[in-house]
């Protein structure tokens, strides 16, 4: 188990972002996401996005940003890191199954976004849906002290992940 506090880090040279990421999950995204489609949920301040998208990925970024609102301060982050990422403010329950429509598919899908084990299992259960074959999927917070949920979601349909302190990781024929 372990606790991870909300604190300012810089996702690369320059003003660093309100996030709970650590460092070493911040370099495995990183490497995750490079050059990668990468669809991520649960954007925040973008620090994640900034950290993927800096990497070369292709980042789509689903979350409402209501519950911090944030969307001002991400926009400004992307600004500033001169990153492109493609924001779609709303609710991974929307997002998701209209992205699957559309025939969207990722090679990363990367879940940060409601920790309650049943907004998890759904999360995975369309990300798996948009994940192409030798695509990962990457959840953040299994087994953080405060995010009991993402565990129960997770072990429920899977093995026991691959971790980087709290980063699940998923591999072609793992999810
Ligand atoms: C832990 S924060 C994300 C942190 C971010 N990945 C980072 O790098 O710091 C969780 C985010 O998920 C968002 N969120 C909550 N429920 C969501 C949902 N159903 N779909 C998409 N995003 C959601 C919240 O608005 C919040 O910004």
């Keep these: 188990m372990m606790r991870l506090p909300w604190r300012d880090l810089a996702p690369g040279v320059g003003p660093a972002i309100s996030t709970s990421l650590t460092?070493?999950?911040?370099?495995?995204?990183?490497?995750l996401a490079k050059?990668?489609?990468?669809?991520?949920?649960?954007?925040?301040?973008?620090?994640?996005?900034?950290?993927?998208?800096?990497?070369?990925?292709?980042?789509t970024a689903v979350d409402p940003h209501t519950w911090l609102n944030s969307y001002g301060q991400?926009?400004?982050n992307l600004s500033y890191y001169q990153v492109t990422?493609?924001?779609?403010?709303?609710?991974?329950?929307?997002?998701?199954?209209?992205?699957?429509?559309?025939?969207?598919t990722f090679d990363l899908v990367w879940i940060d976004g409601d920790h309650a084990a049943a907004m998890?299992?759904?999360?995975?259960?369309?990300?798996r849906k948009l994940l192409r074959e030798d695509g990962t999927l990457?959840?953040?917070?299994?087994?953080?002290?405060?995010?009991?949920?993402?565990?129960?979601?997770?072990d429920a349909w899977a093995p026991p992940p691959r971790l980087i302190d709290t980063m699940a990781i998923y591999g072609p024929g793992e999810w």
């Design 74 to 76: 991400m926009v400004a």
């Design 35 to 59: 050059d990668k489609d990468v669809l991520e949920v649960g954007s925040a301040f973008g620090y994640s996005a900034v950290v993927m998208a800096l990497a070369g990925g292709r980042v």
């Design 85 to 104: 990422v493609g924001i779609l403010r709303e609710d991974s329950r929307a997002a998701l199954p209209r992205l699957v429509e559309e025939s969207r």
């Design 23 to 31: 460092e070493a999950e911040t370099d495995e995204l990183r490497r």
């Design 120 to 127: 998890v299992a759904h999360d995975v259960e369309w990300a």
């Design 138 to 154: 990457a959840c953040h917070d299994y087994d953080e002290d405060t995010c009991p949920g993402v565990r129960e979601a997770l």
